[in-house]
């Protein structure tokens, strides 16, 4: 004889029965009812024990909401719950609308001690907090809003909301802000039913429920200022931790906190405890060097020599000191320094992605507006606002003002994507050669005047050039340039004619022959 799974209950059963024989049929267990729901496993064991709880409406929506059940279902439900006995307990106490939606803390977190400092000091219960985290792709802004939010989560009474807004997911579009506030809202206990059409008008029932309650709340992978303004607190006691990549400093009350790459003792421990092996092992340093100290790819490369029991850390290195390979190497399933990469390289718009391609792939040395606005072939403004939206999407370095760098990893990215997509790389090259060739030449007649018919004539340059008026500001652009005057001599063989390789050197030779030896160039040099 078969039996009906989805018959209804008996007339007359109690709330506690309903909603046991309900769970049954939904095939959910205790836990999972509860994880849906937004409820503790122990408040569903109560309710279904009819253990002297009368439950509270939006609990019992909630649950039916939870069961996929309807309007009617909700009613028969109230209606039991109003005719139990109260017991000793007159009303269900506030623990069920206690959110505890935070992941897991980040396995084997290291470092950043610091941040951590600067975010437990900006809780302050007399006004609204908000802490931004901002970084470059696999710099550890989830893992630190984590760490520290389950560190502070105690002082935060009515629970934590997270919430993934995907603004780099690859695949995933990001959240809109109505259907995040939609998502918020529900986790609350705001039915469906009664959440507003307009996003205004959600961002205000948002604001209304956080008021009067402490609540943590983690906006994870923000994509921008406009994602985030309506899904923030209004009042003060509750504290909202957002993650970017981007430099949030459209944002009122804001602390903000913007990841580096970990410190090499850091950097170090991670890659070591990640991968199980010695600290000392001298390859260990050199492997965390071609990792850039970037967090992402040492977990990845740590994974990878755990999964091969045969490697040794210098097997791993060896694999890793081919720059055209290191980031093939660094891929591990759906983790790769890549795919982090191309997130951020694919939300540019077509023109930052252009300067990100003919600027990136320069050497190590740093290097200024002027070779910028050279490569891009714009005015020295309009370079100088092409740089800044690239530090503000955290893939360019400023190592000193008006110095800029990029990431070992990020450079070796731009320099496939201008390998891919960027045909006139040699035309910008020549135009930095030509820049270089230029103010190389004016630098040394300001300095060696005398001497100006012995070296070739000044050859034209077709972008920006500093002013040189004087020799304290000729010998000055000569030794904070000269690793990418010698430099660009180099690649000038490679990729342009001889002549520019010729006139540098011709050019340069007085100046390197009388340079004091004991002298080391004021020049910045990328610290990575």
């Known amino acids: 004889?078969?039996?009906?799974?989805?018959?209804?209950?008996?007339?007359?059963?109690g709330a506690g029965a309903l909603l046991q024989a309900w769970r049954a049929r939904a095939l959910l267990t205790q836990e999972q009812l509860a994880e849906r729901a937004g409820l503790s496993v122990r408040t569903v064991r109560r309710l279904e024990s009819d253990g002297g709880v009368r439950p509270q409406g939006v609990t019992l929506r909630r649950l039916v909401e939870a069961l996929k059940l309807g309007p009617a279902q909700l009613e028969e439900l109230a209606a039991a719950a109003r005719a139990q006995p109260a017991g000793d307990e007159p009303a269900e106490q506030a623990e069920t609308a206690v959110l505890r939606q935070l992941p897991a803390a980040p396995p084997l977190f290291t470092g950043r001690s610091l941040e951590l400092t600067e975010l437990e000091r900006a809780r302050d219960m007399n006004t609204v907090v908000i802490a931004t985290i901002d970084g470059m792709a696999g710099i550890g802004k989830t893992a630190l809003a984590l760490h520290a939010a389950h560190r502070l989560s105690g002082d935060y009474s009515d629970g934590q909301l997270f919430l993934d807004l995907h603004g780099y997911t690859r695949g995933v579009d990001p959240v809109q802000p109505a259907e995040a506030l939609d998502r918020l809202l529900r986790?609350?206990?705001?039915?469906?039913?009664?959440?507003?059409?307009?996003?205004?008008?959600?961002?205000?029932?948002f604001r209304s429920r956080l008021a009067d309650r402490k609540l943590l709340i983690v906006l994870d992978n923000a994509v921008n200022e406009a994602q985030v303004r309506p899904l923030l607190p209004g009042t003060p006691g509750s504290l909202a931790i957002v993650t970017s990549r981007r430099r949030l400093i459209g944002l009122d009350h804001t602390v903000m906190v913007s990841l580096d790459v970990l410190p090499r003792q850091d950097a170090v421990a991670l890659f070591a405890q990640s991968a199980a092996v010695d600290a000392d092992d001298a390859a260990v340093d050199d492997v965390v060097e071609l990792c850039g100290r970037l967090p992402l790819a040492l977990r990845i490369a740590a994974a990878r020599l755990r999964s091969r029991p045969t490697w040794e850390a210098g097997h791993l290195l060896e694999r890793l000191r081919d720059r055209q390979e290191r980031l093939g190497e660094l891929e591990l399933g759906e983790r790769s320094v890549t795919a982090a990469l191309d997130?951020?390289?694919?939300?540019?718009?077509?023109?930052?992605?252009?300067?990100?391609?003919?600027?990136?792939?320069?050497?190590?040395?740093?290097?200024?507006?002027y070779v910028a606005a050279a490569l891009v072939d714009v005015t020295v403004g309009r370079a100088a606002r092409l740089l800044d939206d690239l530090l503000d999407v955290n893939l360019l370095q400023e190592l000193l003002p008006g110095r800029f760098a990029f990431h070992d990893l990020v450079r070796s990215h731009a320099s496939a994507a201008?390998?891919?997509?960027?045909?006139d790389r040699v035309a910008a090259f020549g135009r930095m050669f030509d820049y270089y060739s230029h103010t190389a030449s004016v630098a040394m007649d300001v300095l060696f005047p005398y001497e100006r018919?012995?070296?070739?004539?000044?050859?034209?340059?077709?972008?920006?050039?500093?002013?040189?008026?004087?020799?304290?500001?000729?010998?000055?652009?000569?030794?904070?340039e000269l690793p990418n005057l010698l430099t660009a001599a180099r690649y000038a063989a490679l990729f342009c004619p001889r002549a520019h390789?010729?006139?540098?050197?011709?050019?340069?030779?007085?100046?390197?022959?009388?340079?004091d030896a004991t002298r080391r160039p004021r020049c910045c040099t990328n610290r990575l």
């Open 453 to 480: 018919e012995r070296r070739p004539p000044t050859p034209p340059a077709a972008t920006p050039t500093p002013d040189l008026p004087g020799p304290a500001e000729a010998e000055a652009w000569l030794d904070r």
């Open 501 to 515: 390789t010729v006139h540098l050197s011709t050019t340069l030779d007085r100046y390197l022959r009388t340079r």
């Open 1 to 13: 004889m078969r039996v009906a799974t989805n018959s209804s209950p008996p007339p007359d059963t």
């Open 418 to 423: 201008a390998q891919r997509e960027q045909p």
């Open 343 to 369: 997130m951020s390289y694919l939300q540019l718009d077509p023109e930052l992605q252009r300067a990100y391609r003919l600027c990136g792939p320069l050497p190590e040395s740093s290097f200024d507006v």
């Open 187 to 205: 986790a609350l206990g705001v039915p469906g039913e009664q959440i507003p059409a307009h996003t205004e008008d959600r961002a205000a029932l």
